[in-house]
């Protein structure tokens, strides 16, 4: 099928994606369970090792790279709870990935308000 | 028969169980989002719908990609909340309403839609929340939910969504039931959480869309999902279930209320209800 | 782009499965059963086809009630065989063809299919006898598999099933790959295991339904699924993997070979191999 | 929708059935595992009330009462599983539900092969 045009920023989570990041995302799908959070928390080596996720993934799990995780092929819907984890809202979140501090990437939600309806 | 009532739409986000439970409804920044629910509490209490059927979509509560179905549909004596990782407080299960359940599933296949059916099912915050903020006590209505995919692309088109609403709508018409029926759906407007886009909002398009919904409710099904995406972010395309909620109530609609406000979470927090004329 | 090269179509019993490990093949019983796929083999053997679409129902070993999907698409890079419950031997992996799964799952949505997606998939004995009937020695072929729901109704019609064939075949035709596709489907023919009127068997219209694959491939597509059922028995309605195969196979095809022997188990054993003249 | 007609000796596992018969279903869907197999047969009353078997379920299970079970909203597809824990082929089956011997059972299929060809 032709691919439409690349949305700058933006990364689909299509069926490559999905073949990528399967372990990072069957990993976080498991931290719908307390018990498998506090696992996590325990031992995150042996945990990661436990789904068996790729070297990408691994080692932005341990950076806390979000980004990467979504590069490794994360899907934001599975990683939300790994951000959970580290007590992080998506706030957080978004500064993190737009490289501005929380304040700025708060202020700039607000701007969206001054909008120009056509 | 079934009568539809009409349908309710709203966004939903993690965070406002979490200012429920803390019972910050009243502070600033919440106060414009809960407010603006006011009316349409009215509205039900006045009405009073004995069932709901929900468009939501599930984020990795109840489906993983081992199984992840493009359209599902609840059929469940009950419904319940879980841990969805954050640790926000769950609500108590909700009363399935069986019989419309397999009625919906049994017109949705003859018409060609290749649904799963889900006789146990824990529903998320995108389910239990709206409900919530549309009766803050106990819920009053039982429920059938149908899940819409937005996790994993390809999505099914806005087309598509359009017609599983028209579908499920003819299906509630059918039913053979006294009961008042509304239609609610869950999610958008436009956000987007992930990538160097995150924080992407546009006003504009969410409002026309909303006026769209009133008077020319397919207009956003000439958008393909990509489009939408770029318009609205990777989670605005939840409005998908604000479009199918519209298929699922036929004819001409009166605008009880809506609320449109900026910011909620990363989300611009949008809300209608629209009562039924047909 | 990718080549059809032709359909095959075969009953699946666990039976099978105890018969080859037990190396009963040319018992009086089995003989008349095993020898039909003789002939097959050498065709395969001259065509060497490199990837199979294997369309089948699921018995209850990868699918509950709680998530049944309509139709569920493989998209995984491996397929494992798992104990059914009745300690049957497992067969070794199946090597998925991910890249054609994808392929076929953008195609199916794009075509409103709203199929259920499987990154994780066991498959049972309807999946791995027919690839073991085929091919007795170590599967040549990586897979796609396709699973048709035949456990709970409604279930699809037949019309809805041959168009989903018929998508797939077009989805198949225009992958990005020079390699050779063999469409399979197992199930069938009538046969009923359960309630009084187990054991019920329908010559006649399997006769006749093996014929019109060939030459008249839609004249199943008539009949609805309570008049299958009738005609068939409640497990005789597997014969719609039949029908989705032949879909995917379009235009005209030439009989390699055919087998009918009644019974194996309490079924009709039918087998059919056509060769695409498109 | 206009139900069609029944068809003798035939149970449709319908939404109504397969409401009625979720429990069951479900234990016997967990006979996959070999585990639960040898759980079961340690401890049938037990195994039962874990998955909370109707009455006429669970009274069926022990009668091993096919028609019983098909009644209770049992699914053939799920039951074959259970019937593979008691030994039981589906020729075996086929008889008790038509209370033929397995042998007349056998010889009627063979039988169909003499149907006359339209
Ligand atoms: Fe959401
Ligand atoms: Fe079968």
Sequence with gaps: MAQPQPIPGTTIFDGIQAAKGYALNKMCFSFNDAGNRAAFKADEEGYMARFQLTAPQAEAIRKRDVL???A????????AKFAGILGLDVQDLGAAQTGMSKQ??????????EQVIH | MARIVGGLTTSHVPAIGGAIAKGLQGEPYWKPFFDGFLPVREWLADVKPDVAVVFYN??????????????????APEYRNADEGWGIPTLPPFTGQVDLSWHVIEHLIAREFDITTCQEMLVDHAFTLPLKLFWPEACPVTVVPVCINTVQFPLPSARRCYALGQ???????????????????????????????????????????MDSLVH????????????????????GVELLMWLATRGAVPGAVRKVHTNYHIPISNTAAGMMALESLA
Tied chains: 1, 4.
């Design chain 1, 68 to 70: 990467g995780l979504l």
């Design chain 1, 72 to 79: 490794a092929g994360g899907n934001v819907y599975y990683l």
């Design chain 1, 104 to 113: 700025d990437f708060k202020a700039m939600l607000v701007r969206a308000n």
């Design chain 2, 58 to 75: 599930d984020h990795g509560l109840n489906f993983f990609l081992d199984k992840m179905p493009t359209f599902a549909v609840g059929a």
């Design chain 2, 167 to 209: 579908a499920v709508g003819e299906a509630i018409a059918s039913w053979n039931s006294d009961k008042k029926v509304v239609v609610i759906g869950t999610g958008g407007l436009s956000h987007q959480l992930d990538g160097e886009r995150a924080g992407f909002i546009n006003k504009p398009f969410d409002l026309k869309f």
């Design chain 2, 216 to 235: 020319d409710p397919e207009w956003a099904t000439q958008f393909s999902i990509h489009e939408l995406v770029e318009k609205t972010g990777t989670q």
